[in-house]
Every structure is written in structure tokens, then in C-alpha cells.
């Protein structure tokens, strides 16, 4: 099974920050993955798809980036509904796997 | 719109049946493979099935396997998730979520999630 190591498990920042959150593939999973935002009791959001692709509605401070095993969430500038927690999952095989998520809090 | 509804979610002692239910609709539904995850209280995602479009391939997580069976009608345009032997650690709000397109190799999976439901084992 294809493992996801997400990090940090979590990070205080203020508004205006750059943000960046890292997930590492067990092995390579070409771009198949994508970046989710969750506030308390809601479903996950799709923010990110195919590791760089901006999903539509989702504001352009978030990006993706990554290809294979290393891929990396950036808020270029963290605004006041932005925090939440954030994880990113592979589905390159037919197993999916999530990172272990990392909530953003306010400093 | 696409819309999934996940039903039949409530309380369950220890050991006991539960039938999950996401009713699809807006989009293709018999096209698509189809995802359950779900979160326990406080916790991360854990992914913990899937089906293909036709049914023809079905996995499961370590977790759940042999008690959990995952099923389609696309008739129906629902999906279901038979939970038998529950436990404690069962415990969590289960969403389903849409796969890819069989028939488009460049659809990319997880785009939409219903709402969740909300499992509770406990005696």
C-alpha cells in the first residue's frame, strides 16, 4: 500500500503569511493527488487536483506543486477563512491514501 | 448539480448491522467508480472502499475487510455500504465520494463528497 507522510501535523501563522504543507509518497504516484480543506463538520473541500491544478471557485493563493513522491500545498498569503485542516490524498492505486492532515491555526 | 446523499447512518451496539446508503445524482452515476472514507471524532480521512463503475472490482481497507461490503445499484444511481460485526473503533462519520470516469482517463478522482453520516457504536 502506498503510504502519505503529510507535514507539519500542524503550524500557527498569521494573516498575510505564505503557508506551505508538504506530503511524501512511500513511492511514485506520477500527479495523482490533490489537496482538500476541512472546517469543523463539513466534508472535505477540493482545492487542488492532479498535484497543480486549481480547482474551479477555489481562490488563486492556493497552489499545488509536485510530481512523483514529493508534493507541496502554498497559501501565498493566508487570509482569515483559510484556517482549517488540510490533507492531501493519493489516488494513484485503487486504495486510497490520505495524509495524516495538517490544521492551520491562527498565531 | 452533482449531489451526493449519504442516509442510514444512527447508534449500533457493539457487534451489531448497519446499512449505509448515498443516493447520486446530477452526473453519470453507472460511469464513475465510487469511494467510501470516513472520520472518526477528531481524527483524520481514512479511506475505506471502493467500487468500480460496473462492480467488477471492489477493494477494501485492512480495517474493515471481511465485515464491510460495499455494493452498487446503478439502476438506482446509489451506492451502499453493508457494516456487519461493528465495533467501537467504527466509530465516525462516513462520507462517500465519486471515483473517476471509466471512460475519460484524464478525470481525476475526489472532486465531490456527500455530506456524511454519522455512525455511533456503542453499547
Known amino acids: 500500500d502506498i503510504q502519505m507522510t503529510q507535514s507539519p501535523s500542524s503550524l500557527s501563522a498569521s494573516v498575510g503569511d505564505r503557508v506551505t504543507i508538504t506530503c511524501r509518497a512511500s513511492?511514485?504516484?506520477?500527479?495523482?493527488l490533490g489537496w482538500y480543506q476541512q472546517k469543523p463538520g463539513k466534508a472535505p473541500k477540493r482545492l487542488i487536483y492532479?498535484?497543480?491544478s486549481l480547482q474551479s471557485g477555489v481562490p488563486s493563493r492556493f497552489s499545488g506543486s509536485g510530481s512523483g513522491t514529493e508534493f507541496t500545498l502554498t497559501i501565498s498569503s493566508l487570509q482569515p477563512e483559510d484556517f482549517a485542516t488540510y490533507y492531501c490524498l493519493q489516488h494513484n492505486s485503487d486504495l486510497w491514501t490520505f495524509g495524516q492532515g495538517t490544521k492551520v491555526e491562527i498565531k | 448539480e452533482v449531489q451526493l446523499v449519504e442516509s442510514g447512518g444512527g447508534l449500533v451496539k457493539p457487534g451489531g448491522s448497519l446499512r449505509l446508503s448515498c443516493a447520486a445524482s446530477g452526473f453519470p452515476f453507472s460511469r464513475y467508480s465510487m469511494d467510501w472514507v470516513r472520520q472518526a471524532p477528531g481524527k483524520g480521512l481514512e479511506w475505506v472502499s471502493s467500487?468500480?463503475?460496473?462492480?467488477?472490482?471492489?477493494y477494501y481497507a485492512d480495517s474493515v475487510k471481511g465485515r464491510f461490503t460495499i455494493s452498487r445499484d446503478n439502476a438506482k444511481n446509489s451506492l451502499y455500504l453493508q457494516m456487519n460485526s461493528l465495533r467501537a473503533e467504527d466509530t465516525a462519520v462516513y462520507y462517500c465520494a465519486r471515483g473517476s470516469d471509466y471512460y475519460d482517463s484524464s478525470s481525476y478522482s475526489g472532486e465531490y463528497w456527500g455530506q456524511g453520516t454519522l455512525v455511533t457504536v456503542s453499547s
Open positions: 467500487i468500480t463503475s460496473s462492480s467488477n472490482y471492489i
Open positions: 492532479a498535484a497543480s
Open positions: 513511492q511514485g504516484i506520477r500527479n495523482d
